[in-house]
């Protein structure tokens, strides 16, 4: 069974590993909703008790995937949910983190998730047009109204962090981070630790690249995300085998799989840190939470560290990264 980890100081404590569920409805291949509902269940029944989501994920598709999934489940389980874009047709066409825009995706947000309150609510992206001191005051009204629990961040940076935690604590800050995505170690992490903010994790496997399976890039089909992924194509994705070759050096000798070592590195890290691996499929999600009985011996850290230079090619194109807060 997974142990209990803390995020932030609120009071908020969920399982060691979540589930992120954005996969089930876009960005990896065809849908398959009765396999991602017998996956959300399974993950209840395995201890998982973070659930992560958005509106933007499918355009609503998730969330009422995830309300279906958890119906009469509702007292076991920590729903994450996120608002911040504007759409147009079912396209994110920008972002928006007016108080008012805020407020009717809360209430949107709950009635597809078929549930009264939202247990941790993320600002997606930190929009410039809005001072996050306007954005969290909107988030901290809906936690004294009961609609809301916790207040998290998503790829916010340092100033925004400090600011948005002086308007209303934030428990939790979700961003990339990974064996080969390592941007938050300078000042990112030890600033969450100074507040007492907790991390969690999004693409703990590298989008699959860290799990042993991953192909380049042109292989997967129009609509998979990882088809215009920098770090896949080219020189870059050359580069990037050789990385994770020593995570499946140290797997066979852990009779343990690519991504469980993955996830054991995450999990060493800090009992702050709650990964958030996405899958749609049982096997998976079965192989993820497995993770947490591996143990890294400190020669096995230190053989990591030594062989894993920085990762080549950015994490997002050119567009995608303009919309993080660093």
Not at 108 to 130: E, F, G, N
Not at 211 to 231: I, K, L
Request: with cysteine; net charge neutral; glycine share 8%.
């Amino acid at each position: 069974m997974l142990k209990k980890r803390k995020l932030g100081k609120q009071g908020l404590e969920v399982s060691e590993l979540g589930l992120g569920c954005m996969g089930m409805s876009q960005s990896y291949g065809t849908r398959n909703d009765p396999e991602s509902i017998a996956t959300v269940q399974r993950a209840v029944e395995l201890g998982v008790t973070l659930f992560d989501t958005a509106e933007a994920y499918g355009v609503g598709h998730n969330e009422e995937l995830l309300g279906r999934a958890l119906k009469g489940k509702r007292d076991q389980v920590i729903i994450a949910t996120k608002f911040g874009f504007r759409f147009d047709d079912g396209k994110i066409v920008g972002l928006d983190s007016r108080p008012q825009h805020i407020r009717e995706v809360v209430e949107a947000s709950s009635r597809r998730l078929q549930t009264d309150y939202i247990d941790l609510l993320y600002q997606h992206r930190v929009d410039k047009q809005v001072p996050i001191e306007d954005v969290v005051g909107a988030m901290a009204d809906l936690v004294r109204q009961g609609k809301v629990r916790y207040l998290g961040l998503s790829e916010a940076g340092e100033e925004t962090i400090r600011r948005a935690h002086k308007v209303h604590p934030i428990s939790a800050l979700q961003s990339e981070y990974s064996l080969w995505e390592r941007n938050l170690e300078p000042r990112i992490i030890p600033l969450l630790r100074q507040l007492g903010i907790g991390l969690v994790p999004f693409a703990p496997l590298g989008r699959g690249f860290l799990s042993g399976t991953v192909q380049r890039a042109e292989s997967f089909p129009e609509g998979d995300f990882r088809r215009n992924d920098p770090r896949l194509q080219g020189a870059n994705f050359d580069a990037n085998v050789r990385i994770a070759s020593t995570v499946q050096e140290i797997a066979k000798r852990k009779a343990a799989t690519p991504g469980q070592v993955a996830l054991a590195w995450l999990l060493s890290r800090g009992e702050d840190i709650v990964p958030i691996p996405g899958t749609k499929r049982r096997k998976y999600l079965e192989e993820n939470v497995a993770a947490a009985d591996v143990v890294l011996a400190a020669a096995d850290l230190a053989q990591l560290e030594a062989a894993l230079p920085p990762t080549a090619g950015p994490r997002y194109s050119e567009r995608q990264m303009a919309e993080i807060d660093r």
